[in-house]
């Protein structure tokens, strides 16, 4: 690991103008290339103390081995400059999308005498007319198939069409029909040029004059009687209607534009795009990518940017593009698209209408990309044994960690503050092994007390559980939990499913905390790392290795150490921890508001013995509220009915020692409400929600 004070440039002896820099490794290999304003100030900030710097941001540095720049005169330079350098390079800690070779087009070569129509992939060539990119090769197939009828351009081969031109007799396709065979001079190549051009029109959006004139013709071979000749034209009508229907307008202004979204987390990102043109799209293509250095929603739309637009020039580069988030600074990035174009291009955010509706479609196709790649990565055997083996190597585990059990503490501003507990068996999640707690030993927010009071706990009951089946043998499972204490504070199970027979004690109870993980991993850094390992020492436990992973960072915490372990970004061990973590809050934070629903619906008849919804919700309706309830005499309680003297009189001594609730207030105008009828405001029970009770809209869970 490198010391950046070590290559560190001179003071002053850094340019304060637009540039490009390059950091290279100790092999003179270029790892990371970027630009700036002003290069002075921005490799000022990479060479501040280590401690400030972003986890990636430091990884990066402290692999480089020195550094070096060259001025430009714009921003615009500086942005052509840094996709060159990226795409010669291919540094390692840069963000790249995956390159779109793989995503078909349909071509027209305008470049030949006699263009034809082809499926072409790679690196487009100049004097091609290039549609889409599509998502499957038959997609286009489909297309020039209902389009051939009305323009029979040419689609064979070289070698086919000098073969037919050699022996006189065109392909099938002339002879159906579906082409002008010009390579036996049924038209000439000029005739044959003009159908190109006009099948080329016609899939650049410009439907309406061939549909029209088609319509014209077929009238007019009617009231001369060729009915044969109208029926044809009616077929071909047909066809083109039907190829316009796979593509439904979008955008009824005829809009010519592309449309970006991102779907991200801390270690990936998805870009999905739509090419749209004369208001229907025509193309969709989608990348996933590391995020390998720290990075914005704004400088991700950047690189898809460069990587959509950095070859293309002319109409390939549409007047107008949407996305989720502006880049910073955006005038140079316009300016550079406005270049490519040759004409002024907008790069803005839509915020309402039609576009706003087509980008929410954009973005949601994006969420499904991310969550499509994240279950093929989870659901490969060969993938979660690299993983578990990665995390084996960097915790330096004695073999890898078959069970991994995370916890996470969730609370709203310290109020209901529980605790979840999940468990990946093999890389995949268990989750009738799911339990969440209570926090009991104290009140108030305090992740890592919270934190060392649910492993204490936890491991209390698999201690409970040794000293009652004794050491286990060799493939022998100890008995259930039927006799372990009950320390451990309230318990839920998740699945209800029934469990096979090696999954319940002898009495047919699910076992609960049974058996031990290889790993405990817990959502937090170096405080809540040490009050799990205190809690296990503290109970004698020695074999059980403990580690933590901070949200939105990558770092892995272990006991006893001043630094973190830093697994590469590319590593399946990290992802499969994140998905562990982000598993674990997301089980803590549905517990959670579970439990602070309840208790905004709660109300002092939840206390009395005996008394069920049914007649809670007959006394409310009798009275109107649990204020006119309280204010009320036995025998006005006896005339609900299903309400005895005796029932009665233990209601009235329950809400006589209930505290009277805070008087309800309008959240919207900050009135408050007369309880002198049903409160638009009560929950389930009928009792107002108290000024004084937290609103779940404010504050932030953990």
Not at 83 to 89: A, C, M, R
Not at 186 to 195: F, I, K, M, T
Request: aromatic share 6%; with cysteine; net charge negative.
């Amino acid at each position: 690991m490198a010391d950046p004070s070590s290559y560190r440039p001179k003071p002053g002896q850094i340019p304060d103008s637009p540039g490009v820099y390059r950091f290279r490794d100790e092999h003179r290999r270029v790892i990371y290339v970027g630009k700036a304003k002003s290069l002075r100030q921005r490799l000022a900030n990479y060479f501040q103390d280590l401690a400030g710097l972003h986890p990636r941001t430091r990884s990066m540095v402290t692999t480089a081995a020195s550094v070096e720049w060259t001025v430009v005169s714009t921003e615009v330079e500086a942005l052509q400059l840094e996709y060159s350098w990226i795409k010669e390079y291919d540094p390692r800690f840069n963000v790249k999308y995956r390159d779109d070779k793989s995503y078909p087009y349909l071509a027209v070569t305008m470049n030949e005498e006699y263009p034809r129509v082809q499926v072409m992939r790679g690196h487009k060539k100049k004097g091609v007319r290039y549609f889409g990119p599509y998502a499957h090769a038959w997609a286009i197939r489909d297309t020039v198939d209902l389009l051939l009828r009305v323009f029979p351009v040419r689609t064979c081969s070289a070698g086919v069409f000098k073969n037919a031109r050699r022996t006189g007799r065109p392909c099938l396709l002339g002879y159906i029909g579906k082409c002008s065979a010009p390579c036996v001079d049924r038209v000439s190549a000029e005739e044959h040029r003009e159908l190109a051009e006009e099948f080329c029109d016609f899939m650049a959006g410009r439907t309406g004059t061939y549909l029209r004139r088609l319509e014209r013709q077929m009238g007019e071979a009617a009231e001369a009687m060729e009915y044969e000749r109208a029926a044809r034209l009616r077929d071909d009508i047909g066809a083109l209607k039907k190829a316009m229907e796979k593509n439904a307008v979008v955008l009824a202004d005829a809009t010519d534009a592309d449309l970006i979204a991102v779907a991200e987390d801390e270690l990936e990102a998805a870009v999905q795009i739509f090419h749209v043109r004369g208001g229907r799209v025509r193309g969709q293509r989608g990348w996933v990518t590391d995020k390998v250095e720290e990075i914005t929603t704004g400088a991700l739309v950047e690189h898809a940017l460069q990587q959509l637009y950095g070859e293309e020039t002319g109409d390939a580069v549409p007047k107008e593009v949407l996305v989720p988030a502006l880049p910073d600074p955006l005038e140079p990035v316009q300016e550079w698209l406005s270049g490519r174009r040759g004409a002024q291009v907008s790069l803005r955010v839509p915020q309402r209408g039609d576009k706003r509706a087509l980008m929410e479609t954009v973005e949601r196709n994006a969420q499904q990309a991310l969550i499509l790649h994240k279950t093929k990565r989870a659901s490969d055997l060969t993938t979660r044994s690299r993983a578990l083996e990665e995390i084996a190597d960097a915790l330096e585990l004695d073999s890898v960690p078959l069970r991994i059990e995370c916890y996470d503490i969730s609370h709203l501003q310290g109020d209901d503050v529980v605790a979840s507990m999940v468990v990946f068996e093999d890389g995949l999640a268990r989750k009738s092994e799911y339990r969440r707690f209570q926090i009991k030993g104290f009140e108030g927010q305090d992740d890592v007390r919270s934190m060392h009071e649910v492993i204490t706990r936890r491991f209390k009951r698999y201690l409970a559980e040794k000293e009652r089946t004794g050491e286990w043998a060799d493939g022998e499972s100890p008995d259930g939990a039927a006799g372990a204490s009950d320390d451990s504070g309230p318990l839920t199970d998740v699945s209800s499913a029934p469990l096979s027979d090696g999954l319940k004690d002898e009495d047919g109870r699910p076992k609960r905390f049974a058996y031990p993980p290889q790993l405990v991993v817990v959502d937090g850094g170096q405080p809540q790392v040490a009050a799990a390992q205190r809690a296990l020492d503290e109970l004698g436990i020695d074999d059980i290795a403990v580690c933590g992973l901070a949200k939105r960072l990558e770092e892995v915490w272990v006991p006893g150490e001043d630094d973190p372990v830093v697994l590469p970004r590319t590593s399946e061990g990290l992802y499969l921890l994140q998905r562990i973590r982000d598993e674990a809050h997301r089980f803590a934070i549905t517990y959670q508001r579970t439990k602070r629903s309840k208790r905004f619906r709660s109300s002092p008849l939840d206390d009395v013995p005996g008394l069920g919804d049914t007649r809670k919700q007959a006394l409310i309706k009798h009275f109107g509220s649990v204020k006119r309830l309280r204010a009320a005499t036995i025998d006005q309680i006896c005339e609900v009915p299903g309400i005895g003297r005796k029932t009665a009189e233990t209601i009235a001594v329950a809400l006589a020692q209930a505290a009277p609730a805070a008087p309800a207030v309008n959240t919207a105008t900050g009135e408050i409400m007369e309880d002198e009828a049903p409160d638009p405001t009560a929950g389930a029970s009928g009792e107002p929600v108290s000024a004084g009770a937290p609103d779940e809209r404010r504050g932030q869970e953990t």
